[in-house]
Each structure stands twice: as C-alpha cells, then as structure tokens.
C-alpha cells in the first residue's frame, strides 16, 4: 500500500506561482511513476504532469509553465507552478504507480484569482 499527502495549495493571483507537494508513505520502495493531475469544476480530471524513471511529460496547459520532479530520497514530488492562469484552478491530486495500480492523494486545491 501506498499513502500519498498533497500540500501546498492555496489561492494566488493570475501570474503568480505555487509549488506543490507531495509526500509518499507505505510501500515506496515499489513505486515507479508519480505524476499530478487536476479535476476543475465540473470537467473531467486529466492529467497534468507525470515522472517515470528519467522521463517527463507533460499535459499542453502545462509545458513551459509546470516542472514535475521527485524526490527519491525524501520520497516526494512537487509541482512548480509558474505564470498561473485562472484556467489552473482545480483541485490537484498526486498519483504514484505500484504493482500495476495507481494509488491517489486526498487533492489540494489551488485556486488562481484573475
């Protein structure tokens, strides 16, 4: 079993930026791929950014806005927002994948202000 704890959401202008994180507990030994995704309002929740081994993508919304990266040793991953838009706002889960399932945080919602 994996536990993962999301933080650092809160309400920020248009244009500002927020780091979000996520600490893994349980069985971390056996996570391979974190990433985050995002569930606005009344929209289906996709995906944001993801981090497996070396390699990252990211969702369209994201690129050049968003950096995912892990912390193996703290067993965490963040989220760097930059150049937040309105369109951001949602709530944020963290997701990590382990023996072939996806375990999910409880969310954190960040809210962006226009």
């Known amino acids: 079993q994996v536990r993962l704890v999301e933080s650092g959401g809160r309400v920020v202008q248009a244009g500002g930026s927020l780091r979000l994180f996520c600490v893994a507990s349980g069985s971390v030994d056996n996570i391979n791929g974190m990433g985050w995704y995002r569930q606005a309002p009344g929209k289906d929740r996709e995906l944001v950014a993801r981090t497996i081994h070396a390699d990252t993508n990211y969702a369209d919304s994201a690129k050049g806005r968003f950096t995912i990266s892990r912390d193996n040793a703290n067993n965490t991953v963040y989220l760097q927002m930059n150049n937040l838009r309105p369109e951001d706002t949602a709530v944020y889960y963290c997701?990590?994948?382990?023996?072939?399932?996806?375990?999910w945080g409880q969310g954190t919602q960040v809210t962006v202000s226009s």
């Open positions: 997701t990590a994948n382990a023996w072939g399932a996806i375990y």
